[in-house]
């Protein structure tokens, strides 16, 4: 069980940026794999990126590619997410999650983790 709590969201003027944080409970975070999901209002949740258990292979939506870098420091127990050149597409609630790997791969997919923590806000206004 790993318990996760993001930090670093809140309201940026277009083009600006934000270093969003996951910070993880467990003591064995250096061998799960993280992504970040988003939620805006009135859609649904949607993948943002991902990264594999040592950070050698990670995930990125293609509205986000270029613009958001997800980075995990195992020493930490941190999860990070920077985000530059945010749009105002970009407001939404960010959710960081977790799962235990059963390969070398960053999961897309919201099915593939069982753990999430409760988000934080990102506004971005335009």
């Known amino acids: 069980q790993v318990q996760l709590a993001e930090s670093g969201g809140g309201l940026v003027q277009a083009g600006g940026s934000l270093r969003l944080s996951c910070a993880a409970s467990s003591g064995t975070f250096s061998t799960y794999a993280m992504g970040w999901f988003r939620q805006a209002p009135g859609k649904e949740r949607e993948f943002v990126s991902a990264?594999?258990?040592?950070?050698?292979?990670?995930q990125y939506a293609d509205s986000v590619k270029g613009r958001f870098t997800i980075s995990k420091d195992n020493a930490k127990n941190i999860v990070y997410l920077q985000m530059n050149s945010l749009k105002f597409e970009d407001t939404a609630i960010y959710y960081c999650?977790?799962?235990?790997?059963?390969?070398?791969?960053?999961?897309?997919?919201?099915?593939?983790?069982?753990?999430w923590g409760q988000g934080t806000q990102v506004t971005v206004s335009s």
């Open positions: 999650a977790a799962r235990r790997p059963l390969s070398g791969e960053a999961y897309r997919s919201q099915n593939d983790y069982p753990y």
């Open positions: 990264i594999n258990w040592n950070g050698g292979s990670t």
